[in-house]
């Protein structure tokens, strides 16, 4: 029995062992040739004289994108967040969209990522809307 006990362990511990030392040899490989994912700042901007403003806009939990909503928004509106950046995370796309109130104004929205403006329009007028989207594609040119 406790030669079957041995066994059963030593055959356990093989199996984990290859999958820790294979796992870091492919964590290496990927880390060495970029295609792991890091994180960088975004962030989501409106600004101007627009009051009542609608504000929608994308991010990403767990690898899947979603949208958000701030409504009826005084500005000017920020949102700060982590996205991973790297491997198909540096093709992935961010969006905004704001939708000036009745009372008319400009309304401007900005994605910023990692410090670099990747997109940025302005629209004026009662229910004026900006829509800008960026891909995060253009920090890979820097």
């Known amino acids: 029995i406790i030669g079957f006990v041995a066994l059963l362990a030593a055959i356990v511990m093989a199996v984990v062992y290859t999958f820790v030392f294979f796992g870091s040899i492919v964590n290496s490989a990927l880390h060495d040739s970029g ?6 700042p975004l962030v989501y901007e409106v600004e101007g004289t627009g009051t009542d403003v609608d504000i929608t806009y994308t991010i990403s939990i767990g690898g899947a994108l979603t949208t958000q909503q701030a409504l009826a928004q005084d500005l000017p509106f920020e949102n700060s967040l982590e996205v991973p950046f790297g491997g ?55």
Do not use: F, K, Q
Request: charged share 15%; net charge negative; proline share 0%.
């Open 35 to 40: 295609l792991t994912s890091e994180t960088v």
């Open 88 to 142: 198909a995370d540096s093709y992935a796309s961010y969006t905004i969209t704001a939708v000036n109130g009745a009372d008319g104004g400009d309304v401007t929205c900005r994605v910023t990522l990692d410090g670099l403006v990747i997109a940025e329009e302005t629209a004026s007028g009662a229910y004026a809307t900006a829509s800008c989207t960026g891909s995060a594609a253009e920090l890979l040119s820097r």
